[in-house]
């Protein structure tokens, strides 16, 4: 009678826990964070950009006609760096790599992000450094998602070596400089 009572009380207790977590997740919809308004990623210099002294951040915000993305880097070269989101959130290796290809959950092929034509959804275009080696970058890009399915959060972005072409299939814009991750910022 006694074991039989206490395997009562553990079938109830675990009905309590059971029930807890059941009401974690009957409560998720209010405990998730409203949808992020703002995303920041601050540049980390594989090693060929190290040499260089490559430093920035690149800002996100949620905006009515889309995202806008604010980049301000310095220590480039002069000229244009092809400028994209990958799919890896992932700035550990020296070269840059380990943030992997394009990112690009339609499917599409490689394109400019200033004409209407298909992209890869992390096809950001060129930054352009000017002869101190300072670029500038702030354009509103309609199709940039913060949340839901595609959203950019916890991707990486990369500054390449050489100028995106918008050849097929990425852009024959060489070696990687910095990597970053892009992370949810307190929104303004
Ligand atoms: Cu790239």
């Known amino acids: 009678m006694r074991i039989r009572s206490l395997a009562y009380a553990a079938t109830a207790a675990g009905a309590v826990v059971a029930a807890a977590s059941m009401g974690v997740f009957a409560q998720g919809p209010d ?3 409203a949808a992020p308004t703002k ?3 601050v540049l980390i210099p594989t090693k060929s950009g190290a040499l260089k002294g490559i430093d920035g951040t690149i800002t996100f915000t949620k905006v009515e006609k889309g995202t806008r993305v604010v980049a301000k880097i310095t220590g ?11 799919e890896f959130g992932d700035a550990s290796s020296p ?8 990112f690009n959950p339609k ?3 490689h394109g400019d992000p200033s004409k209407t034509a298909p992209r890869h959804l992390g096809d950001l275009g060129n930054i352009v450094a000017n002869k101190e080696g300072v670029a500038e970058y702030d354009m509103i890009d309609p199709d940039l998602p913060m949340s839901g399915a595609n959203s950019i959060i916890g ?3 990369v500054i390449h070596e050489k100028a995106d072409d918008f050849g097929q299939p990425v852009g ?11 992370g949810i910022a307190k929104g303004e």
Request: charged content about 15%.
């Open 107 to 109: 499917g599409m092929v």
């Open 76 to 86: 480039l070269p002069e000229g244009k760096h092809g400028f994209h989101i990958h």
């Open 172 to 182: 024959n814009a060489g070696g990687r400089l910095a990597v970053a991750v892009i």
């Open 95 to 102: 070269d840059g790599k380990a943030a992997g290809g394009h």
């Open 31 to 33: 405990m998730k964070m």
């Open 155 to 157: 991707h990486g972005v």
């Open 39 to 41: 995303a920041i990623a």
